[in-house]
């Protein structure tokens, strides 16, 4: 299939932000679209997890957006990989507190504001990323909500999240994230699985795969995304 980037941003961040020595992405968000925006009929939003910086965009967020896109074959199909925050390093204290998220939140709501496309948008959060996007989400006008390995998204229940987005939740059997303790205490910890049977999203379960094959090519998960993203299920 064709892959078309049709545009890459680079978008100085807020001098406030820590120095190159202590994290080279501070440096620049990054933003790459698969696709035509001005002729999709669906526009999906991959929000990344930890560890993705400007440097590694094209093997991890990039990759997953020209997976995703590929395994569609469809023309009227756009996705955009979307770095437009500071993403956690590792497992430390960013990775389990909000304080990114809230960050990044707003700036995907900015974001999905300024799209400007005919088309139906799609806003999928992977890992860490789904905590940036269940935040943001009682201000997404979106059509679907869909989180892959999350932690949590910092509500009880679809209803705390306030959308009226269709929610979905995907989890690979094999995915060491459901081993996360599903708690919050104060701004620690990210609170209920939004895969967990009481949440109340649409949960598509998978045997095998792992964290980090979601939008691997050939994938059941990936195939599923596709379906998502064209309204096929």
């Keep these: 299939m064709r892959r078309a980037v049709l545009f890459l941003l680079l978008i100085a961040l807020p001098s406030v932000a820590p120095s190159i020595a202590q994290w080279r992405s501070d440096v620049a968000r990054r933003v790459a679209v698969v696709g035509d925006l001005a002729t999709a009929r669906d526009v999906v939003v991959v929000v990344p997890g930890s560890d993705v ?3 590694r965009f094209d093997r991890t967020l990039g990759r997953m957006a020209s997976n995703l896109y590929e395994q569609a074959h469809r023309d009227d199909l756009a996705v955009v990989a979307w770095l437009g925050y500071r993403t956690p390093q590792g497992l430390g204290v960013d990775a389990m507190t909000g304080s990114l ?21 799609h806003v999928f959060g992977h890992s860490y990323g789904s905590v940036v996007v269940g935040l943001a989400a ?24 306030g959308t009226r987005a269709r929610v979905w939740a995907l989890r690979s059997g094999g995915d060491w994230m459901r081993f996360v303790p ?6 620690l910890g990210h609170g209920t699985d939004p895969a967990s049977d ?7 379960r998978f045997e095998g795969g792992k964290h980090d094959t979601y939008y691997e090519p050939g ?9 998502i993203a ?4």
């Design 138 to 161: 009682p201000s997404l006008d979106v059509a679907d909500i869909v989180f892959t390995g999350s932690p949590g998204v910092r509500a009880e229940s679809v209803a705390e999240l």
């Design 101 to 121: 998220a809230r960050q990044g939140a707003a700036a995907l709501v900015d974001f999905v504001r300024a799209l400007r496309t005919p088309g139906r948008v």
């Design 219 to 227: 994938t059941e998960t990936l195939k599923a995304l596709v379906r």
């Design 182 to 187: 599903n708690a919050r205490l104060f701004d």
């Design 230 to 233: 064209g309204d096929e299920l």
């Design 53 to 55: 910086d400007v440097d």
């Design 198 to 204: 009481g949440f109340g999203a649409t949960v598509l």
